[in-house]
């Protein structure tokens, strides 16, 4: 996230979403289909099918924030089996999720070294 940039909350939309979604189509999603404000101090991030993908939404200031990682291997742990569309986690909670922990199962990625891109 931008330094110096404080969250509240961490929500993760447990359906997946289509990826080429941007800034507009997904504050549009967080406010009138899950019925949150994208302007809180808060942090939406979405997956696509394979869950190999996440996007990260907030507001920061006087814009949206928009990022997204790719895994080359492996996948991201995310909720199921909830009712609910989202689920909150602790921001040390989505730092973990990011660097493969399954919030879930308690299992990690495996750790890639790769030497080039090609």
């Known amino acids: 996230m931008h330094p110096g940039c404080t969250l509240e909350q961490v929500y993760l939309y447990r359906e997946a979403i289509d990826f080429r979604k941007a800034i507009d189509g997904l504050s549009v999603l967080v406010e ?11 942090l939406y991030v979405f997956t696509n099918r394979q869950h ?16 997204q990682k790719r895994l080359e291997a492996d996948k ?17 909670e989505f ?14 990625h495996k750790t890639l070294d ?3 891109v090609s």
């Open 52 to 67: 190999n993908k996440i996007k990260a939404l907030y507001w920061h200031r006087n814009g949206f924030c928009l990022w």
């Open 114 to 116: 790769f030497a080039s």
């Open 95 to 108: 730092g973990w999720l990011l660097e493969g922990f399954d919030l879930w199962r308690n299992k990690l």
């Open 32 to 42: 009138q289909e899950l019925g949150l404000n994208p302007f809180a101090i808060a």
């Open 76 to 92: 991201f742990a995310w909720p199921r089996d909830e009712q609910e569309a989202t689920r909150v986690i602790s921001l040390q």
